[in-house]
């Protein structure tokens, strides 16, 4: 039986391109996506999904959005990318056809909760956004904790310096969790098994010219790998190094066997200039924390997946 699965993303390429390698890949099932405000205006994003879908005549999860703002929002010209994002050239093949999804979406945290309490066995959760969405779903019903198998976060910096670079921060933090450090916490308090893919790992696995050149290979003969192509494109060479953040954690949950995990304990700092920052401690949390992965692995699953639609 493919396992199966409930994303919630956060609207930038890094995570369009991660529920696209959720949903055509054969070992698992994605049951729902929600899009979260956070390097994305969650409205523009939900339309992007949906036109990724319709591109590639997909069908399967329900697609929900959530509007709430995050209590340390991204930056602003981060999130104008969703403009951009949303308005790719490519999309105007779509033009005639029917939308995936006619319905207004419903709220991200109502359709998880459904998917959770109809499931009759443990779901797997993906975070590739801050996580807040999800903890409210725990929140109103903590009882749905015990339905899920484990949960995948994209987060966190531990040993290596974060990505918040921001005049009012230390410099400590990832996005992610600076984002919600109360939602994080939240997670880190429940009973949920707890599969972390920090910096720390994710600093090694930069999106090379090499590997889009193999993508755009291969895009003559596959749709999704143009369309990954292209939204790739759109970050890629501008000065800012682009890495497999989100999508090497969509990677873990398609083939775990290529990641290793190690045993931590760890918090989060909530307030103040650190806020958002994780580290390691004796009276932490435990968590398993992706440790090391083969890059040349990662970006082969990755190629094949899109390869095959
Ligand atoms: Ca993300």
Not at 17 to 36: C, D, I, K, N
Not at 159 to 166: A, D, P, Q, R, S
Not at 215 to 230: D, G, N, P
């Amino acid at each position: 039986m493919r396992r199966p699965i409930l994303l919630d993303q956060g609207g930038h390429v890094d995570d369009l391109l991660s529920t696209l390698l959720l949903w055509l890949s054969p070992e698992v099932e994605l049951q729902a996506v929600g899009v979260t405000n956070a390097g994305c205006y969650a409205d523009l994003a939900y339309e992007t999904t949906l036109k990724m879908a319709t591109y590639l005549n997909l069908e399967g999860p329900e697609i929900a959005v959530s509007n709430e703002e995050v209590p340390n929002p991204f930056p602003v010209n981060w999130r104008d990318d969703s403009v951009v994002i949303n308005e790719l050239p490519l999309f105007e093949d779509i033009a005639l056809k029917r939308r995936y999804q006619t319905e207004r979406p419903r709220r991200s945290d109502i359709v998880f909760s459904d998917c959770l309490k109809a499931s009759r066995v443990p779901v797997t959760i993906v975070a590739t956004a801050p996580l807040t969405n999800l903890a409210k779903v725990f929140r109103q019903n903590p009882e749905l904790e015990e339905k899920v198998k484990e949960i995948y976060i994209m987060g966190g910096a531990l040993k290596v310096e974060g990505n918040v670079e921001l005049d009012e921060t230390d410099g400590s933090a990832e996005w992610n969790t600076y984002a919600d450090p109360y939602s994080f916490k939240a997670i880190l308090n429940s009973k949920i098994p707890i599969k972390l893919h920090s910096l720390d790992l994710t600093n090694n696995l930069p999106v090379t010219e090499d590997f889009l050149k193999r993508l755009e290979e291969q895009s003559v003969k596959s749709k999704a790998s143009k369309l990954a192509s292209r939204l790739w494109q759109l970050v890629s060479g501008k000065g800012f190094q682009y890495y497999f953040w989100d999508t090497s954690t969509a990677a873990a949950i398609i083939e775990p066997s290529l990641f290793k995990y190690k045993t931590v304990k760890i918090d989060v700092t909530t307030d103040g200039v650190s806020r958002g920052k994780v580290s390691t401690g004796l009276f932490g949390h435990k968590v398993q924390l992706a440790s090391s992965v083969e890059k040349s692995s990662v970006e082969n699953l990755i190629l094949s997946i899109f390869s095959m639609v």
